[in-house]
């Protein structure tokens, strides 16, 4: 039988297969990448919409974990304020409960009638008031400094009156009596205040009761002064009320001086005399002495006062400093209400801003 002649594949054809083969290879390799990529995104995506939601439910744990915090921040400043708030008063109960004790004691002493003064030379012969200190001119850079005490202050009536002014007075409290029992409470709802402290004067009808005299002891003194302290707790300055002869002694002032400055309190002299032996005690205990430099109200006509409150401005811009003694009767607050102009050439402050 006669063998059939085996055909060969030109190699035209063999190129065209080989060429289908791998385009054939490389759409299946393409087709697998865009199927891995397509499903890879789809997953890649819900992966990430997975991390966004859980990111969403952590921020909002924690936003709802610090308002917890913070609500118990906050309920912890409430009870802490409510704590300083129930101290606070605690404070200021216990303050008015020494007070009212010292008051019951004071109360069971009977005590004239008290007259309020015109002026604190109620104890002299002299119609003129004492000359002012002796104090050195000094060029003056700023503003010069006013400071101007009202005596005597001792009713709410009195503590409103000089409020209404609007202007910076500093008050100085007369110690409690029958006639003036809430002085110390009025002065402790103050934030600075003075004591106005009763001391023995050459000649004076209606004295206070517990005034200092020149005899008394220094433990007597102390004592008194203790007693101040007790009844106004914040108490940082003294000045006397007459005193003519108790100022006028070295040893009594130099007790009372003593006194004081063991417990931290400053004295400022009204100088009802023109003899006080203050310069010369304080000058001995290394202390600055600082004095009134003028009265206001040492005859009670308004004319006479806007007067002197001229003269307190003219040696405020002389020394830099000055200190000025009123009361609280209405021609004097009269004469400051209508001297506000003139007070702006000065700068009105309290006696603990002068120095």
């Excluded at 890879?40 to 997975?50: F, P, Q, S």
């Excluded at 009977?110 to 012969?125: G, I, M, N, P, R």
């Excluded at 002694?249 to 009372?256: D, Q």
Aim: charged letters at 30%; glycine letters at 2%; a positive charge.
């Amino acid at each position: 039988m006669t063998k059939r002649k085996k055909k060969n594949t030109p190699p035209g054809n063999k190129v065209l297969i080989y060429i289908a083969w791998s385009l054939a290879l490389i759409a299946v390799i393409l087709s697998c990448v865009v199927a891995g990529y397509y499903f890879g995104y789809e997953n890649a995506k819900e992966d990430m919409l997975k991390k966004e939601k859980l990111e969403k439910q952590k921020s909002i744990t924690a936003s709802v974990k610090l308002e917890k915090v913070d609500l118990k921040k906050s309920d912890d400043e409430v009870k802490k304020s409510e704590e300083l708030a129930k101290k606070s008063e605690g404070k200021i109960l216990k303050v008015e409960e020494n007070i009212n004790s010292r008051l019951k004691e004071i109360l069971k002493k009977d005590s004239k009638d008290y007259l309020s003064a015109a002026h604190e030379f109620d104890d002299q012969v002299v119609s003129e008031e004492p000359k002012e200190v002796k104090r050195d001119v000094k060029k003056i850079l700023n503003k010069p400094k006013l400071a101007i005490i009202i005596d005597d202050v001792s009713t709410s009536a009195n503590v409103q009156a000089i409020k209404s002014l609007g202007i910076p007075l500093t008050m100085s409290f007369l110690p409690p009596n029958n006639q003036r029992p809430q002085s110390a409470i009025l002065a402790s709802k103050e934030n600075f205040y003075m004591v106005h402290l009763p001391m023995e004067a050459q000649n004076f009808s209606a004295e206070e009761p517990y005034t200092l005299r020149i005899h008394d002891s220094q433990e007597t003194i102390t004592k008194r002064i203790e007693e101040i302290q007790t009844l106004f707790p914040r108490v940082k300055y003294i000045n006397n009320h007459t005193g003519s002869k108790f100022t006028s002694n070295e040893l009594a002032m130099n007790k009372f001086i003593y006194a004081l400055h063991a417990k931290d309190i400053s004295f400022i002299d009204s100088r009802t005399t023109a003899q006080t032996q203050a310069p010369k005690v304080m000058k001995n205990f290394g202390l600055n002495y600082v004095a009134r430099d003028v009265f206001l109200d040492h005859q009670m006509d308004k004319a006479y006062i806007i007067s002197q409150i001229k003269k307190a401005i003219k040696s405020a811009k002389l020394h830099g400093t000055a200190i000025a003694i009123g009361h609280p009767h209405a021609n004097t607050l009269q004469a400051l209400r209508e001297s506000k102009k003139l007070l702006s050439g000065v700068d009105l402050v309290y006696v603990d801003k002068l120095y």
